[in-house]
């Protein structure tokens, strides 16, 4: 068995770097971020509001529906506040998004938000 010893190096994903005219430059616009971190900043706080009064609730089942709605609070906030952020964030070409992709995109934020308060 010969093993050919080449100069190519299969880890690199980049070989050099492209050449100025084929990037894409982007900007951010300073509202749209702004917005995206108040978003993030009430969402955090009505989530965990709603879990204190979940922690006071006596009746399992309020307290069950209170721990629900602040994850989903909370995952809503969370996609709310990284999607914002995104449309913050020009490129010189066009960008679409499916609604029902864009939908089903908030399924993760809101799974990780139910489980990051079931937790605590």
């Known amino acids: 068995?010969?093993?050919?010893?080449?100069?190519?190096?299969?880890?690199?994903?980049?070989?050099?770097?492209?050449?100025?005219?084929?990037?894409?430059?982007?900007?951010?616009?300073?509202?749209?971020?702004?917005v995206s971190i108040t978003i993030a900043i009430f969402a955090s706080y009505t989530a965990l509001a709603v879990v204190n009064l979940a922690e006071l609730e006596q009746n399992k089942y309020r307290k069950l529906f209170f721990l629900v709605m602040g994850g989903i609070t909370l995952g809503i906030g969370v996609w709310a506040m990284h999607f914002i952020g995104m449309l913050g964030f020009s490129l010189p070409c066009n960008i679409n998004y499916d609604p029902v992709v864009t939908a089903l995109s908030m399924a993760p934020g809101i799974l990780a938000g139910l489980f990051s308060l079931f937790w605590i």
């Open 1 to 34: 068995m010969v093993i050919n010893n080449t100069s190519h190096n299969y880890f690199s994903f980049i070989a050099s770097a492209p050449e100025v005219s084929d990037l894409y430059l982007g900007q951010y616009s300073p509202l749209w971020v702004a």
